[in-house]
């Protein structure tokens, strides 16, 4: 066994229980938000203008932020198993080209899935009356969300999948966090997204550039549909 396999093996080593409770977790996630699923429901208003829509993001996010962390210690290093470290600058132009990429795939599908109208938090008319919940749904999209699914499927995922090899990696974490949306006209959009975020995690050996990668595309899609509802 060389030194670098060996070094890799002792800072990723083998840990089957952590790989059963996050394939449980994220198959619990894809089930939930697929059964939760309501194509037929016709929301009163977008749930980016409701109060509920932020308390409920926060507690379930916060639940997920936690399994994970609980997860990951089974780990000698959780805040390594989960890619809690420093990374190198060079990687924030990698995860800025995944933005830029998975923007203009999720832009060219849009006229043909209308995946961004199926997840119905994008405002279709903007309400001035509604700005506090607006603002703080916002920051829980842009901040809260991104970090929780960071730390969980780029995080936690690659690291538990990275034992079958990098590919199983990258496209399981992928695959898993494209379906735990629940919006199957979604998927091919939010897979693209996964692949290279998990692909930037691998480089990087750290969370955060995808964290800021996933923060900065959550961002631009709610300013688009801002703009175009004004």
């Not at 749930?47 to 962390?69: D, H, R």
């Not at 700005?131 to 901040?143: E, S």
């Not at 692949?195 to 923060?215: I, T």
């Amino acid at each position: 066994m060389s030194s670098s396999t060996t070094a890799e093996h002792d800072a990723y080593p083998r840990r089957p229980l952590a790989l059963l409770l996050w394939a449980t977790l994220a198959g619990l996630q894809i089930l939930a938000t697929f059964s939760l699923a309501d194509t037929d429901r016709v929301e009163e208003e977008p749930p980016i203008f409701e109060w509920s829509t932020a308390v409920s993001g926060f507690l379930v996010y916060g639940v997920l932020i936690g399994l994970t962390f609980a997860i990951a210690s089974i780990y000698p290093n959780a805040r390594q198993a989960l890619g809690l470290r420093h990374f190198d600058r060079r990687f924030l132009w990698q995860a800025g080209g995944v933005v830029v990429v998975s923007v203009i795939v999720a832009a060219a599908l849009e006229p043909v899935l209308h995946a961004g109208e199926k997840q119905g938090l994008a405002p279709q008319e903007w309400r001035p009356d509604a700005l506090a919940p607006f603002l703080v749904n916002t920051v829980l999209i842009v901040t809260w969300g991104p970090f929780a699914e960071e730390l969980f499927y780029r995080g936690l995922g690659v690291t538990v999948l990275r034992i079958f090899g990098p590919m199983v990696a990258v496209v399981g974490t992928a695959l898993a966090f494209g379906l735990a949306h629940g919006i199957l006209v979604a998927l091919p959009p939010l897979v693209v997204f996964g692949l290279g975020l998990a692909w930037v995690r691998l480089r990087s050996d750290s969370v955060w550039p995808g964290f800021l990668a996933h923060a900065a595309y959550n961002a631009v899609g709610i300013a688009l549909s801002v703009a175009t509802s004004v």
